[in-house]
C-alpha cells in the first residue's frame, strides 16, 4: 500500500520567516496531494491541494509545489504569523475511486 | 452552511459498552469517510462509503461497523467498547467526479474514551 512520510516531525520559525514542510510518498500512480490544517480541538481543514498534472499552486503565502519524479511534495508557507501554528498533514489519492493515505503530521511553531 | 456535524462531541464509555458515532452532512456529497486520529499516528481510515448504499472497508475496520443510512448520514457502530478503541474520531465527506479525487472536508471530531 502507499507509504507516506513529512519531514520534520516539529518545526519552529520565528515570525515573518518562511516555513517549508515535505511529504514523501511510495505510489507513482498517486495523482493528488493536498495539505491539510488542524488547529486544537478541530477537524482537519483543507488549504491547498495539488494534482498531478500541475507543478506548482500558490493561494496567497502558501504554496505547494510537486515533484513526481522523486516523489515528494512541499508546502511553503511564506511570512508566517502566529495563527500560523498547528499541525499540518499532507495526503495522497490515486483517483476518484481511491482512498487518501495521510501522513503523521506536523506541528508547526511560529515564535511571535 | 454547518458542513460536516458530528455527534456526541464527547463521550465516556465502559468497556463492553455499545455506542453508536453520527454523522451528517449538508453538501450533497456522495462520499463519505470516518477516521481515527491517534498521537503520532495521524489520520487513518476505518471505513468508508463511496457513494449511497455501499460501504468498504479501510486501514483498521476491526471492532467497528457503519451504516450509510442515507446520502447524509453515515453512522459508526462500536459493539462493545475496548480502551484500545479511545481515540478522536473524525468524520469526512467529499464529491465524485472528473476522474480524480475530491478534496474531504472533515467535522470538528469525536472523543471517545474508554475505561
Known amino acids: 500500500g502507499e507509504n507516506v512520510e513529512q519531514h520534520p516531525s516539529t518545526l519552529s520559525v520565528q515570525e515573518g520567516d518562511s516555513a517549508v514542510i515535505k511529504c514523501t510518498y511510495s505510489d507513482s500512480a498517486s495523482n493528488y496531494f493536498p495539505w491539510y490544517k488542524q488547529e486544537l480541538g478541530k477537524g482537519p481543514q483543507l488549504i491547498i491541494d495539488i494534482r498531478s498534472n500541475v507543478g506548482e499552486k500558490k493561494d496567497q503565502r502558501i504554496a505547494v509545489t510537486l515533484n513526481k519524479t522523486a516523489k515528494h511534495f512541499s508546502l511553503h508557507i511564506t511570512e508566517t504569523q502566529p495563527e500560523d501554528s498547528a499541525v499540518y498533514f499532507c495526503?495522497?489519492?490515486?483517483?476518484?475511486?481511491?482512498?487518501?493515505?495521510f501522513g503523521k503530521g506536523i506541528t508547526l511553531s511560529v515564535r511571535p | 452552511n454547518a458542513g460536516v456535524t458530528q455527534t456526541p462531541k464527547f463521550q465516556v464509555l465502559k468497556t463492553g459498552q455499545s455506542m453508536t458515532l453520527q454523522c451528517a452532512q449538508d453538501m450533497n456529497h456522495n462520499s463519505m469517510y470516518w477516521y481515527r486520529q491517534d498521537p503520532g499516528m495521524g489520520l487513518r481510515l476505518i471505513y468508508y462509503?463511496?457513494?449511497?448504499?455501499?460501504?468498504d472497508k479501510g486501514e483498521v475496520p476491526n471492532g467497528y461497523n457503519v451504516s450509510r443510512l442515507n446520502k447524509r448520514e453515515f453512522s459508526l457502530r462500536l459493539e462493545s467498547a475496548a480502551p484500545s478503541q479511545t481515540s478522536v474520531y473524525f468524520c469526512?465527506?467529499?464529491?465524485?467526479?472528473?476522474?480524480?479525487?475530491?478534496?474531504?472536508?472533515f467535522g470538528d471530531g469525536t472523543r471517545l474514551s474508554i475505561l
Open positions: 495526503a495522497v489519492g490515486a483517483g476518484a475511486n481511491s482512498k487518501l493515505t
Open positions: 469526512a465527506s467529499s464529491d465524485r467526479g472528473g476522474g480524480w479525487n475530491q478534496p474531504q472536508h
Open positions: 462509503s463511496a457513494s449511497e448504499g455501499t460501504t
